[in-house]
């Protein structure tokens, strides 16, 4: 079954970090980019970050640009967000989303999502 | 950026009527690099139709994407009760990706 599951989600106060994490299984994760994509409570869908299959291309949201590290390991077929000097208006429900093909895509399988509240 | 603007911002319809949700770019989508999703409340999005008019796997064909360049449609021909949700639009042709603010779909 392909499946994404995210992880590292919590409480933190603001300015502080949090490393999420999403795990892949039951497709060949090397072959497609990733994604993050975050959800604030009540709110619409918003673009994070994307990686390329071999990691060659990275993009961010400029909300995120320098706080935010998107990194990926195929062989253990595992997505990364560091998440640096976060704020209250990080709080969301953060996806991991594959994307269809190696570069930007549509996001064809989503995690369930992981919640991330910055508060004091 | 690409702001995408989706009209409107709810729509009530009643099952078996057809529905048609608009997502409008501020400039031209790239090669039609243009997607829909579905969410309901507590799950994560699904994705409907990319590159503006491909359903993806395993959904209905009563759902279908049509458009170009700055104007796209998504129709659902008959509705179904597990139709009701909201809907997003999204494009990918260029970075900043950008999602567009939902419709929701309501029973009337």
């Known amino acids: 079954e392909v499946q994404l599951v995210e992880s590292g989600g919590g409480l933190v106060k603001p300015g502080g970090s949090l490393r999420l994490s999403c795990a892949a299984s039951g497709f060949t994760f090397s072959s497609y980019s990733m994604n993050w994509v975050r959800q604030a409570p009540g709110k619409g869908l918003e673009w994070v970050s994307s990686i390329s299959s071999s990691s060659s291309y990275i993009y961010y949201a400029d909300s995120v640009k320098g706080r935010f590290t998107i990194s990926r390991d195929n062989a253990k077929n595992s997505l990364y967000l560091q998440m640096n000097s976060l704020r209250a208006e990080d709080t969301a429900v953060y996806y991991c989303?594959?994307?269809?093909?190696?570069?930007?895509?549509?996001?064809?399988?989503w995690g369930q999502g992981t919640m991330v509240t910055v508060s004091s | 950026e690409i702001v995408l603007t989706q009209s409107p911002a709810t729509l009530s319809l009643s099952p078996g009527e057809r529905a048609t949700l608009s997502c409008g770019a501020s400039?031209?989508?790239?090669?039609?690099?243009l997607a829909w999703y579905q969410q309901k409340p507590g799950l994560a999005p699904r994705l409907l139709i990319y590159?503006?008019?491909s359903r993806a796997t395993g959904i209905p064909d009563r759902f279908s994407g049509s458009g170009s360049g700055t104007d796209f449609t998504l129709t659902i021909s008959r509705l179904e009760p597990e139709d009701f949700a909201v809907y997003y639009c999204q494009q990918y042709g260029s970075s900043p990706v950008t999602f567009g603010q939902g419709t929701r779909l309501e029973i009337k």
């Open positions: 989303a594959r994307g269809r093909t190696e570069g930007l895509d549509a996001f064809d399988i």
């Open positions: 590159d503006a008019s």
């Open positions: 400039q031209s989508v790239s090669s039609s690099y």
